[in-house]
């Protein structure tokens, strides 16, 4: 059990031997407001005495975040807003932050720090209220959203934070609700994004009237491309950042941690604490920048891309219901060639194996490759074969906002991509498959290539070196810097594209 959870629990034991409404409302007297307290009063729970993370099952964990710090880490957060005197934690779960802020204060101040508070889960405000309280702290916690500025006091001067890791992936509608209920956020929301870049962006909205904000995340916002919005907004307000890399978090899903302080007013930025770097570009690496006296980075050596992209490989279940069609009949994707039309044979992730390096072409998936360069002919063939499933084809954005015709694949990419020699790499995986076509495959959408700089002269040796050192050696480093769930890595274009390759490896001669 965590001390958070420890030190309730014993309030707990010592005051629900009475469990008189009277006793706790005293115990808990100006900590939360009244409506929570009446609210909580029903749910005074096993839930809290049994542990309060480990109360909530693995998954519903995931869905909403719940994550708490481990101790050290809250301290080393807490160092970052050590001058401040009125401190919120817009999700603050069992107090971790707050309580090590508290003790850190004690020591360095004469004046109490006061602690503020929200979190979405009531059983949490309380425990926290009634854990603040126990350590004799002056503290007002709050249940609710904490995106809500209604709940913000008016009056901080510090902002500390472990912000729920969310992403958006399989939580539209939580997404959908947040953007109802925060119409000022809405010009933050894209496409892959996490429910934490909303909670960086209204600690943002905040930073001119406070002096310091930490903030403990994954380190992935730094490259995902979801997350340009934040870095934009961020805009010369980096203060520090901290890598602490490893894996702290044992049950959180790929949480590879980062401190990030935030001053209104922060030209250049410490690093590790010993380097100051200008955060620029379309992504940032500052680390990589610091390990570059290793090495080059991939992205410098190689041109990275997803495969194949046609958003309809096959009919879908729920297309399937809607128009009238076979579930799984397939569209663009097809294990059969069908002659007269120009299916080409495509690699997908199950065919990837490390170090294998393809010479001839497989024949167990093709993809039907339309770019729009077809004759008019091809065009006939092409619309006769795809007619069936044209309402379908419709309903993918780019053919919506008229940049596509609906017989087009939705991202083709390069056609000329596909003769040349190739690492193949699937998107997921436990253990990086990097293997090399030579055989002039397409490549589905599943699977990220990489192919050699244009002026290689020597492609197929270059790709080769470089395949084998990825086998042996990108793991290490996407499961420290990457993105990861649970056991499974991420092999991105902009994970792989900061990966430290040593000097000489890929020299031809
Ligand atoms: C990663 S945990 C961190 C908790 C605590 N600050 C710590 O560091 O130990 C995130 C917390 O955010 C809470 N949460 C999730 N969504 C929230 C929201 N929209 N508003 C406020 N809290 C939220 C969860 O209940 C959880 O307690």
């Not at 708490?68 to 919120?88: E, N």
């Not at 397939?330 to 010479?359: M, W, Y």
Request: hydrophobic letters at 35%; charged letters at 30%.
């Amino acid at each position: 059990m965590n001390s958070a959870a420890s030190v309730v629990r014993n309030q707990l034991i010592h005051l629900t031997h009475s469990d008189d409404r009277m006793v706790w409302r005293d115990f808990l007297a100006d900590t939360v407001c009244d409506e929570d307290f009446d609210a909580w009063f029903s749910l005074i729970s096993a839930q809290i005495s049994g542990g309060l993370e480990q109360a909530l099952g693995k998954r519903e964990r995931r869905k909403k975040g719940v994550y708490f710090t481990p101790p050290d880490i809250a301290l080393k957060l807490a160092s970052k807003v050590s001058d401040c005197s009125q401190v919120l934690d817009p999700a603050c779960g069992g107090g971790e932050l707050l309580s090590a802020v508290g003790r850190q204060n004690e020591s360095e101040c004469d004046a109490q720090t006061m602690l503020f508070g929200i979190d979405s889960d009531l059983s949490f405000v309380i425990s926290t209220a009634a854990r603040l309280k126990a350590e004799g702290r002056s503290c007002f916690i709050r249940w609710g959203n904490g995106l809500d500025l209604n709940h913000w006091p008016e009056e901080i001067d510090g902002i500390i934070a472990n912000p729920p890791y969310v992403g958006e992936k399989g939580n539209a509608s939580l997404f959908h609700q947040l953007k109802k209920d925060f119409p000022d956020l809405e010009k933050f929301f894209g496409r892959r994004m996490d429910l934490l870049y909303l909670f960086f962006h209204r600690i943002l909205q905040r930073l001119s009237s406070v002096k310091s904000a930490a903030l403990l995340t994954s380190e992935y916002w730094l490259v995902a491309d979801g997350a340009k919005k934040l870095r934009d907004h961020m805009d010369g307000r980096v203060y520090e950042l901290i890598r602490l890399g490893g894996r702290n978090f044992k049950e959180a899903p790929g949480h590879h941690s980062l401190i990030t302080v935030l001053k209104n007013d922060a030209p250049r930025c410490w690093v590790n604490e010993n380097r100051d770097i200008k955060l620029e570009g379309k992504t940032w690496s500052p680390f990589a920048e610091i390990e570059r006296g290793q090495g080059t980075i991939l992205g410098e050596l190689a041109r990275i891309r997803q495969g194949i992209v046609s958003g309809a490989d096959r009919v879908s279940k729920k297309r399937a219901e809607t128009f009238g069609l076979i579930a799984g009949t397939p569209i663009f994707l097809s294990q059969e060639k069908i002659e007269g039309l120009p299916f080409k044979p495509t690699i997908r992730r199950e065919d990837c194996v490390a170090n294998h390096i393809f010479q001839e072409t497989l024949d167990s998936h093709f993809i039907l490759y339309v770019d729009d360069s077809e004759s008019p002919k091809e065009v006939i063939e092409i619309e006769r074969y795809l007619k069936p499933f044209k309402p379908i084809l419709e309903l993918r954005r780019e053919v919506r906002v008229g940049k596509i015709s609906w017989r087009r694949l939705h991202w083709p990419r390069d056609r000329s991509h596909f003769g040349e020699p190739k690492i193949v790499v699937p998107r997921h995986a436990k253990k990086a498959r990097f293997c090399l076509d030579l055989a002039g495959h397409f490549i589905s959408s599943d699977c990220t290539y990489i192919l050699a700089p244009k002026d290689c002269p020597q492609p197929e040796v270059y790709l080769e070196k470089l395949m084998r050192f990825l086998n042996e050696s990108a793991d290490q480093h996407l499961r420290n810097f990457g993105k990861t769930k649970g056991e499974i890595i991420e092999y991105y274009s902009s994970p792989l594209s900061e990966i430290p390759i040593k000097d000489g490896i890929l020299d031809l001669f």
